[in-house]
């Protein structure tokens, strides 16, 4: 079992920035893919971004040059830093963990207003 427990959400103002954690129960060296995922009311979840036990990362379009995800294996988190954030970037944003199994945290709200 994977336990992910999310942390950094907030309100923010339109062209502000977030850093998102999720802290992880086991040593993420070796989780295959982690990634954030996200869903606004009234739509699916979304892919926002991956990043791979090579760290190889991919990221939605919509975010593209604007997020970065990272990893810190020695302290077991994996972080997404959101810059320039939009009002269509408010949802409630997943962290994601695929290795055999699929894990997800609760989710942490990110408003987006002015």
């Known amino acids: 079992q994977v336990q992910l427990i999310e942390s950094g959400g907030g309100l923010v103002q339109p062209g502000g920035s977030l850093r998102l954690s999720c802290a992880a129960s086991?040593?993420?060296?070796?989780?295959?893919?982690m990634g954030w995922y996200r869903q606004a009311p009234g739509k699916e979840r979304e892919l926002v971004a991956t990043i791979t036990r090579g760290s190889r990362t991919n990221y939605a379009n919509s975010v593209k040059g604007r997020f970065t995800i990272s990893r810190d294996n020695a302290r077991n988190t994996l972080y997404l830093q959101m810059n320039s954030l939009k009002p269509e970037d408010t949802a409630v944003y997943y962290c994601n963990a695929a290795h055999i199994d699929t894990y997800w945290g609760q989710g942490t709200q990110v408003t987006v207003s002015s």
């Open positions: 086991v040593n993420i060296f070796s989780i295959t893919a």
